[in-house]
């Protein structure tokens, strides 16, 4: 098991981060997953745009985007999560930015476990999801 926490044109966010890994392993077993490899870049709206046009041909700002290697049972991924929009979807939705921050980290591990969002009805599956785990952060 290998989780990574790096930045790319932004500082390091202030999270005690072994509490993190504990969790993200806690939630993904919860699910039936056990943990490979997750890579976490955090980074500025400029960076996550540019990702969001090279990759999935996607010209818009978003908070993150869930590169999924999931191999049957054992997730893997990279998230690239853009501290910008963190902070300004925190303050649109009255909650702290650590709170919203996590809430995107472990929104890509449900990804990688398997909950969608785009379609009828996932949207509310996936914000139950995502409440549920941080109530045990």
């Avoid at 990574?4 to 044109?9: A, V």
């Avoid at 500025?44 to 540019?50: N, R, S």
């Avoid at 902070?87 to 909950?115: D, F, K, M, P, T």
Wanted: proline share 1%.
């Amino acid at each position: 098991m290998k989780i990574n926490f790096m930045t790319e044109g932004v500082g390091m966010p202030d999270l005690d981060f072994d509490k993190v890994r504990k969790w993200i392993v806690k939630v993904a077993d919860n699910y039936g997953f056990s943990v490979a490899k997750l890579n976490y870049c955090f980074c500025d709206d400029e960076y996550i745009l540019e990702t969001n046009r090279k990759f999935l041909q996607h010209d818009y700002f978003t908070d993150i985007i869930t590169f999924d290697y999931t191999n049957h049972d054992r997730i893997s991924g990279d998230m690239v999560i853009s501290l910008d929009t963190v902070a300004s979807n925190a303050l649109s939705v009255g909650e702290s930015y650590e709170h919203e921050l996590l809430r995107v980290i472990i929104h890509g591990v449900l990804h990688l476990c398997g909950i969608n969002d785009k379609g009828p009805g996932e949207r509310e599956i996936m914000e139950a999801a995502e409440n549920q785990a941080l109530t045990s952060f």
